[in-house]
């Protein structure tokens, strides 16, 4: 998508419904730095909010999404393609996410064992080796936390049994056994509990 396009397109309309970018704003609960973000196609409008705002700007999602305003009889076809796009979107979004979670792992690693071994060999009293050691085992537990919470957040799991896809709750995976990216836990839909596989769509 062209997010210039887009921003130019919300500009124009807003300004066709003599609204500055504050009004808009208020009216949809956000900053009016959200809104010049969005104009200056530094950033798209939040799906949560996506409806309202077309609904203010008396436009459709399609509309909005393809920067102008859509003929009916390229309506449904437009529709379809962004909706692909955007799905496309996610996921590429999502394997960046994943792959900065291997990143942010993989240090919290390095930042754990290094003060570790020069704990354990370097010639130090007891109080520096435990200051040592606390110095690498905080940052490292930060660092895990926020790689789950990166893994949490990009794509979904899959239950074996119902096929259901969803985003768990951090609480359910910080108690979950694991094995990479595979977790044993309760399925929303159908209560079972499974391993169940790191997807990044729903299909």
Not at 36 to 53: C, Q, Y
Not at 77 to 87: D, G, H, T, Y
Not at 99 to 114: A, D, H, N, Q
């Amino acid at each position: 998508m062209d997010q210039l396009k887009i921003g130019r397109f919300i500009s124009n309309c807003r300004k066709a419904k003599g609204l500055t970018q504050m009004q808009l704003a208020e009216r949809l609960n956000i900053t009016d730095r959200a809104v010049s973000k969005w104009e200056t196609g530094r950033a798209l409008p939040d799906a949560s909010i996506m409806l309202d705002l077309c609904s203010l700007l008396e436009i459709s999602v399609n509309d909005l999404l393809s920067g102008e305003v859509v003929a009916m009889e390229n309506y449904n076809k437009e529709l379809e393609n962004k909706l692909i796009e955007m799905v496309k979107q996610k996921e590429e979004a999502d394997k960046r996410l994943l792959r900065m979670e291997v990143v942010i792992g993989v240090l919290s690693v390095i930042v754990l064992f290094v003060p570790l071994f020069i704990a354990a060999y370097a010639p130090l009293e007891d109080w520096q080796r435990v200051i040592l050691i606390f110095t690498g085992f905080i940052p490292a537990i930060v660092g895990f936390a926020y790689a789950m919470k990166l893994e949490q957040v990009a794509g979904y799991y899959k239950c074996r049994h119902c096929g259901h896809t969803y985003v768990p709750e951090l609480k359910a995976m910080y108690k979950a056994p694991h094995m990479g990216r595979t977790r044993y836990m309760k399925c929303p839909n159908c209560g079972k509990k499974s391993w169940q596989k790191k997807v990044l769509n729903r299909e």
